[in-house]
């Protein structure tokens, strides 16, 4: 057997047989379905257009097990819908990926949408992480993870909301790292950097930011995990971190934060 067979092998038998990917209709949830079918892991997919999500599901189906379900993440009745989508699945990995953006001046987004991105941004990987997480830890092996964003570092003007729910996602995934590790679960924080999904380049334009291929940071976030609580995929993003991180004082990060969201919302 090759040792990526047997990588693989190691993979699933960790994380499997069942993994569910919370926004998985398209662009990196797509990728992350994608990624843990070559992985040998059967699949939950959900997310809210039933159409677009069988068309993700549809060519998987020949390599593993998949189910889809249609769902609001930021419906009330979450943690319960939830734990009935997986009461019969033997799930090792939960990977929420959903997320809602509205760029834009603050006061110029009305209260209802940024009232809708904290539902689906924070709650929702909240109640997952509850959810999921206790059955984790029962079963004592299998792996949770979050998709933050580089906005979780610094404040971003135009995405204020959006990116105080990464900022929000990445401190939680680093405390769970250290409380559900020992019990077996291992947990990360993936936070990308531009990405070449749908969305994305609806709001970029051709002229947008260069961004990694969503099957690129799939690959970095699933091999990482079992190590450090979170990840920057991608070199340039890492040094892009470490150079507004390290080597800019806070205020001029954030106003290059500004500056850089300013220009895709020039474009809108």
């Avoid at 209709?25 to 257009?49: I, Y």
């Amino acid at each position: 057997m090759s040792s990526r067979s047997t990588d693989l092998t190691a993979f699933a038998r960790k994380y499997g047989p069942w993994a569910v990917v919370l926004g998985a209709s398209e662009g990196l949830g797509a990728a992350f379905a994608r990624g843990l079918a070559e992985r040998g892991l059967n699949l939950l997919l959900v997310a809210r257009r039933a159409d677009v999500l069988e068309s993700v599901a549809a060519p998987l189906r020949a390599r593993v097990d998949v189910r889809t379900a249609a769902l609001d993440l930021a419906a009330p009745d979450l943690a319960d819908r939830l734990a009935e989508l997986a009461h019969d699945l033997d799930l090792g990995l939960c990977v929420y990926n959903a997320a809602l953006s509205r760029i834009g001046p603050f006061l110029d987004v009305p209260l209802a949408d940024k009232l809708k991105v904290v539902d689906v941004n924070c709650r929702g990987p909240l109640i997952a992480a509850h959810v999921f997480g206790e059955r984790l830890v029962r079963r004592g092996r299998g792996g949770l993870l979050l998709m933050s964003s580089l906005t979780a570092f610094w404040g971003s003007p135009l995405v204020a909301t959006y990116g105080a729910t990464k900022a929000f996602n990445l401190s939680l995934g680093e405390a769970l790292w250290y409380e559900l590790g020992p019990r077996g679960v291992d947990v990360l924080v993936c936070c990308a950097g531009a990405t070449r999904t749908p969305g994305f380049e609806r709001s970029s334009g051709p002229d947008g930011p260069r961004a990694m291929e969503p099957d690129a940071v799939v690959a970095e976030a699933l091999s990482a995990l079992g190590g450090p609580p979170s990840l920057v995929p991608g070199r340039l993003n890492k040094l892009a971190a470490f150079v507004l991180g390290r080597l800019f004082p806070r205020k001029q990060a954030v106003a290059l934060m500004g500056s850089q969201t300013a220009r895709l919302h020039a474009r809108d």
